[in-house]
């Protein structure tokens, strides 16, 4: 009977999808109800007790949230500035027809993508170490500049961890751009060509617009990822709070506050926050891209 | 004409060398750290410099000489190597079997559910944790590998992938294998796995990198040092006291290299399953 009921036509599509539906049930929507009310109370261990809104009143009010929304939004900002234009000039040079070795350089220029973030930023934090003998003081002592603390000072700090997202994101990018170039039709740089365009015009009025889809993704990926960076300032500081805070971002804050402090009811407040903004990104950019349409066909 | 693409030729390629060196430089500098000594990290940080006097194979002596230290190594490395092969070959199945019922198939509430597919997708894992953390406690499985698999056995990418590639085979084979008296799960089974082959294989790539490299969800989920995977396991010797840098340098040199050595042969499927979400929106 019930074997019957499970290998019947109608019912096989569910069978199918049903990890999914489990998955998102148990692991997705239940977590975030849960979430959700718990940002409403205060939990010390076992003592809950409904406080209303006065953990989002906190939020409003609080300094180090503000430092870790201003640290992660920055971060987010630099990503987009360098992880956008730099792969993609990369990605064209590598697609176009003067360039030489251009299978060897994909795999140099992706390799770096391939390690943990923790044997990473363990790389970077010993090469910007504070030492007068460090890599980064080496090399900025050639231009015979004194030792810097880098990961003591603010902009000294940010610098290193872009170093650290453009190092490992790089190739990853110029792959998605490379990917998108190549769908390109290449008429239309040929019947550009008969028109007398030179290579940058060709640049900004094929490449780029065509590249329109692309460059939505990367820049919703960036943005995902640079709101939601942690593990990277987790490992430049090894795991500790990092000076005046200068590393903090928001998914730290989070942690410091849920993990560390055991915080549930607070930190579940910053952490719906932080959902709705990337959900509210989300729906904008699968609208942009068209993506509901298509599935309603 | 010809000079002039001649010398750019020249240039691209001077440029391209010279951004290929800089990215190397960190994998050049933990090389030549792992044959120094790990107090000497610590007072000297990392660089380039060959120093034949201070440098030798100790760390790597070490490594194999089965010290207590050194066989917790080994240990993270069996443990991450055990939850990678299994949860790269469970999450493929799963998601395999939901992505044929997203392509093949039209049922009620279809497109809604696919809809959060693609919005699980997207949004960062960091997110979620904490709810996820909680739900994991509550269900009373923290500090097991099942914490950390489950949630992303129905592994929304690799169920996007599944779907694109199965979208373009043809109906037929379904519908010959019905008239042949298969059901639904036996056409999945003997018809649409073999067809599958090939889309396997780059998403076998990209999950064992992922779940080699995973971090964070470990680091939340597990308490027991018997348990510990790699990345965490690396992490507890960040602290620089007593011989813990002599190992983490050379222990993070090794733990790059399985993936390196996939990627040396498999380039190609990395590639493929990187970006195969790009180009679809």
Not at chain 1, 102 to 114: G, H
Not at chain 2, 53 to 63: A, E, P, Y
Not at chain 2, 116 to 140: A, H, N, R, T, W
Request: hydrophobic share 50%.
């Amino acid at each position: 009977m019930i074997k019957k009921f499970i290998y019947s036509k109608k019912i096989a599509p569910y069978v199918f999808i049903v990890p999914f539906i489990l998955t998102f049930l148990i692991f997705w929507i239940v977590p975030i109800i849960k979430s959700g009310m718990m940002s409403f109370q205060s939990i010390q261990f076992t003592e809950v007790e409904w406080i209303g809104l006065d953990n989002y009143k906190r939020l409003l009010g609080d300094s180090q949230f503000r430092l870790a929304v201003f640290n992660s939004v920055r971060y987010m900002i630099g990503t987009l500035i360098l992880l956008i234009p730099i792969p993609m000039i990369f990605a064209c040079f590598i697609n176009s027809k003067v360039m030489k070795g251009k299978e060897f350089f994909k795999s140099v220029f992706f390799i770096p993508a391939l390690t943990s973030v923790v044997v990473a930023g363990t790389i970077f934090r010993l090469i910007f170490g504070e030492m007068g003998s460090s890599l980064m003081n080496q090399f900025i002592g050639i231009f015979g500049l004194e030792p810097i603390k880098w990961l003591k000072n603010d902009w000294t700090a940010f610098f290193a961890l872009l170093t650290l997202a453009c190092w490992r994101w790089t190739g990853v990018n110029m792959l998605y751009f490379l990917s998108g170039l190549q769908s390109i039709p290449k008429e239309l740089y040929e019947s550009a060509q008969v028109d007398g365009a030179n290579a940058w015009q060709k640049f900004i009025k094929i490449s780029v617009p065509m590249l329109k889809p692309t460059i939505i993704y990367v820049l919703t990926i960036s943005i995902y990822a640079g709101l939601s960076m942690f593990v990277e300032s987790y490992m430049l500081w090894e795991g500790k709070n990092s000076p005046k805070n200068i590393g903090l971002t928001i998914v730290g804050y989070l942690y410091n506050q849920g993990i560390r402090k055991n915080n549930m009811g607070y930190a579940s407040a910053v952490g719906l926050i932080l959902l709705i903004i990337v959900m509210v990104i989300n729906v904008a950019q699968l609208t942009v891209t068209g993506l509901f349409k298509k599935e309603e066909k | 004409m010809e000079k002039k693409n001649i010398s750019l030729s020249v240039l691209t390629f001077l440029l391209f060398t010279v951004v290929a060196i800089v990215i190397l430089i960190p994998f050049l500098a933990i090389f030549i750290g792992s044959f120094k000594d790990g107090t000497d990290m610590i007072r000297n940080g990392l660089n380039l410099k060959i120093e034949l006097d201070k440098m030798s194979l100790d760390n790597f002596k070490f490594l194999f000489s089965g010290a207590e230290e050194a066989r917790r190594y080994f240990m993270w490395y069996k443990n991450s190597m055990i939850l990678t092969i299994s949860q790269v070959a469970l999450t493929l199945i799963v998601s395999a079997f939901v992505g044929y019922g997203f392509a093949a198939y039209e049922f009620k509430g279809k497109n809604a559910l696919f809809l959060c597919v693609l919005l699980i997708m997207s949004v960062p894992f960091e997110i979620l944790m904490l709810p996820l953390y909680k739900q994991v406690g509550d269900m009373g499985i923290s500090d097991t590998y099942a914490a950390i698999a489950l949630p992303f056995l129905a592994h929304a990418s690799t169920i996007f992938f599944f779907r694109q590639y199965l979208a373009g085979i043809p109906k037929e084979i379904i519908e010959a294998g019905r008239i042949d008296g298969a059901s639904e799960y036996g056409i999945f089974a003997r018809l649409i796995l073999p067809i599958m082959k090939p889309s396997f294989a780059a998403m076998a790539i990209l999950n064992a990198m992922n779940s080699w490299n995973n971090f964070l969800w470990p680091l939340l989920v597990l308490r027991s040092d018997s348990k510990y995977t790699l990345p965490i396991g690396l992490n507890t010797l960040l602290s620089p006291y007593g011989n813990n840098y002599d190992l983490l340098i050379v222990g993070s040199f090794c733990a790059i290299l399985p993936i390196f050595i996939l990627f040396l042969f498999f380039q190609k499927y990395f590639i493929e399953g990187m970006t195969a979400g790009a180009v679809k929106g």
